[in-house]
């Protein structure tokens, strides 16, 4: 069975750092893309981007470039998301997702596997 | 990047209603549409992707349709465990972009 298991719900103060972990099981972890959503309290989901375990490669979205990071541990078959110098605007639920590629041409597809979700609150 | 546009932004209905969410993408993406459901605290789940497949395990009154720009999810006979958000999400390409979501509330 593939699951994805997220680290626990932090509460964090403006100006802090964050990782958030993403462990993987049920399947080979170089052989699919990890996706990073956020989606902020009571609204929609947003695509931050993702990374290829198999060379550590990411793709950020342009709404999220420069303000996050991703990587990978291919030992454990973990994905990270890093967030820095957080904001009271980065409250929000993250997901971590697995990417099942189906446009190969362009490495593009969907999601068929989610984490539970880690709730991140940042305040003073 | 591709906008995605759903509507309604919120539907009432009654259990047993067939139910109709649009999504529009501002330019084509072929087939490559997807559908989520999510309910309140929990991950979104694979509903449809290719904008017609059923993701296995998926309930048959759920279905997909449409290409180009314009998409439409359908639950033929709404059943109580279906209450919940449904957003579209394009694959055409980066960046990936999702609908504003859909919710269905009880009538």
């Known amino acids: 069975e593939v699951q994805l298991v997220q680290s626990g719900a932090e509460v964090k103060k403006p100006g802090e750092s964050l990782k958030i972990s993403c462990k993987t099981s049920g399947y080979y972890f170089t052989d699919y893309w990890i996706a990073w959503v956020r989606q902020m309290p009571g609204k929609g989901l947003e695509w931050m981007g993702i990374?290829?375990?198999?060379?550590?490669?990411?793709r950020y979205s342009p709404s999220f470039q420069g303000q996050v990071t991703f990587s990978v541990d291919k030992s454990i078959s973990t994905a990270y998301l890093h967030l820095n110098s957080l904001k009271a605007s980065d409250t929000a639920t993250y997901y971590c997702?697995?990417?099942?590629?189906?446009?190969?041409?362009?490495?593009?597809?969907?999601?068929?596997?989610w984490g539970q979700g880690t709730l991140v609150i940042v305040s003073s | 990047d591709i906008q995605m546009t759903q509507s309604p932004s919120t539907l009432s209905a009654s259990l047993g209603d067939r139910v109709t969410i649009t999504c529009r993408a501002s330019q084509s993406v072929g087939y490559w549409l997807t559908w989520y459901q999510q309910k309140p605290g929990i991950a979104p789940k694979l509903l449809i992707y290719k904008a017609s497949t059923l993701e296995s395990g998926v309930p048959s009154r759920f279905s997909g349709s449409g290409s180009g720009t314009e998409f439409t999810l359908t639950i033929s006979s709404l059943q109580p465990d279906d209450f919940a958000t449904y957003y579209c999400q394009h694959y055409n390409g980066y960046p990936l972009t999702f609908g504003g979501g859909t919710k269905v509330e009880i009538k």
């Open positions: 990374i290829y375990p198999g060379d550590s490669h990411p």
């Open positions: 997702a697995r990417l099942r590629v189906a446009v190969p041409t362009i490495g593009t597809g969907y999601f068929d596997s």
